[in-house]
């Protein structure tokens, strides 16, 4: 593919993750207004899963921490 190529397949790709986002924003804004609640299996399946997800993201933000300061010490020599 050439960069014209990559180009369109990357905005295409911003575009979808862009309106997914401002869908499930909106559906979970309307969700806390109404005040509706959700179902006990999906409640217990995002309860167990908060605990891993903010893990995997935490150990993930200090991997690129590290990362980033590696390679700033070995740029400065």
């Known amino acids: 593919m050439n960069a014209p190529e990559h180009h369109k397949r990357n905005r295409r790709l911003g575009l979808i993750l862009c309106l997914l986002f401002a869908g ?21 399946v995002v309860g167990s899963l908060v605990v891993p997800v903010l893990g995997i993201i935490g150990v993930l933000l200090i991997i690129a921490a590290v990362v980033e300061i590696v390679i700033r010490v070995v740029r400065k020599t």
């Open 24 to 44: 499930l924003f909106a559906i979970v804004t309307a969700a806390i207004v109404t005040g509706s609640k959700a179902p006990k299996s999906v409640e217990s």
